[in-house]
């Protein structure tokens, strides 16, 4: 699963991946300065980890992971190929969700490639390309399916019907994911993997003063008033003291933190909004060799958690051993939980929550 980073150029873009993944790509003041994708993947940070790491001391943790990958390049005309257009939109086509990186700080000496800082008109810009790119995608479909749907066929006549009216949101500047559709309507449209219905994180990226005042600002607010009418969430940072923060080793990290008046560097909270935004739980498995955590979707069965792990643990499967995370914190170790009957023994229909500690048999 995969997270892309797009917004116009400048607004702090590598700046916050290089924190995110101190993959070193360069940072310079000018448009088209990171020009390959580049992907990094990071753990994605979780207190209960190191609290069932405490608890069973084991010889090795493993964190869950996710991925980001920086798409630059994304500017006004990319749907018509300007800059370096349609390969980017085939990089973000590539991506499970987007964190679309919004420039909410002023600095004179960051050039604007609209020559103002407006947030709304920056996310209005590379919307819209992106509803190009999509309205694009729509008429090919619908030229296709208006053939099929002469022959009278219900199914086509149905199809037909949600794409017309999904081109006329769009062609109304509606993200396909902000149009209210039917199980049924979403079944067809997400065959066209349209890149509007990607759901989208906004990343408003602050100054260093605004950090300190809360963390809010006017162009934040605003940000956060568009987000709302598209069900997206806003998330705001200062990319600068992220990239501060990612140099730094922990004593002087935690100094620095609790100088801007934070308790966590606030790249944690994009990690972690972007594994729910991509619909991912984590459950663990914890023993003397390996304290570890594991990602699924949402909605995930036992038998196919447990294919996770091992194809073998799927093909095998004959129950899991499910203790929850809150229990084992109650009874301080898996053996009281065990005594206290708090061990449940889950079969192969069992849908696997967040923080679930499990221990899956199976036969080989
Ligand atoms: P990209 O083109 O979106 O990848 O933007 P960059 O990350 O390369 O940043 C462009 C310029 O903005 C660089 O000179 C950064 O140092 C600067 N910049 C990024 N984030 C901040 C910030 O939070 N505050 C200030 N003042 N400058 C920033």
Redesign the pocket.
């Known amino acids: 699963m995969e997270i892309g980073i797009v917004?116009l150029?400048?607004?702090?873009?590598?700046?916050l991946f290089n924190a995110i993944t101190k993959a070193g790509a360069e940072?310079?003041?000018y448009?088209f300065?990171?020009i390959e994708p580049n992907v990094g993947v990071v753990a994605v940070p979780d207190g209960r980890l190191d609290v069932l790491a405490k608890l069973e001391n084991p010889q090795k943790v493993t964190p869950a992971t996710i991925r980001f990958v920086d798409i630059?390049g994304l500017v006004r005309g990319a749907s018509r190929g300007e800059g370096l257009g349609n390969k980017f939109l085939s990089h973000i086509r590539e991506v499970d969700a987007i964190a679309h990186?919004v420039r909410c700080?002023e600095?004179p000496n960051?050039v604007h490639v609209d020559g103002s800082v407006d947030p709304i008109r920056d996310i209005e810009t590379i919307n819209l390309e992106l509803i190009f790119a999509d309205l694009e995608t729509l008429g090919r479909r619908i030229e296709r399916v208006s053939k099929q749907a002469k022959s009278g066929e219900k199914q086509y006549l149905e199809e037909l019907s949600v794409l017309e009216r999904l081109k006329e949101s769009l062609e109304k500047n509606l993200p396909a994911r902000a149009v209210d559709l039917t199980e049924e309507e979403q079944k067809i449209v997400r065959q066209l993997c349209l890149l509007t219905s990607k759901p989208v994180l906004y990343v408003a990226?602050i100054?260093e003063d605004d950090l300190i005042a809360g963390g809010e600002n006017e162009l934040v607010k605003r940000v956060k008033e568009y987000a709302e009418k598209e069900g997206s969430q806003v998330i705001s940072i200062?990319?600068?003291v992220e990239a501060e923060l990612s140099d730094l080793a922990d004593p002087e990290k935690v100094e620095l933190l609790s100088a801007y008046g934070l308790d966590e560097p606030g790249l944690n909270r994009v990690i972690r909004a972007g594994y729910r935004l991509l619909g991912l739980i984590t459950f663990f498995t914890a023993g003397p060799k390996e304290v570890r955590a594991w990602t699924i979707r949402e909605g995930t069965k036992a038998p196919q958690a447990a294919g996770r792990i091992h194809s073998d643990f799927e093909r095998g499967f004959i129950r899991a051993e499910v203790i929850s995370y809150d229990d084992l914190m109650a009874c301080g170790s898996q053996q009281a939980a065990k005594e206290r009957g708090l061990v449940r023994l889950e079969g192969k229909d069992y849908v696997v929550r967040d923080g679930d500690v499990i221990l899956f048999r199976f036969n080989v």
Do not use: I
């Open positions: 917004g150029p400048n607004v702090g873009k590598s700046t940072c310079a003041n448009p300065c990171t630059a990186v700080f600095d960051v990226n100054s200062c990319a600068r």
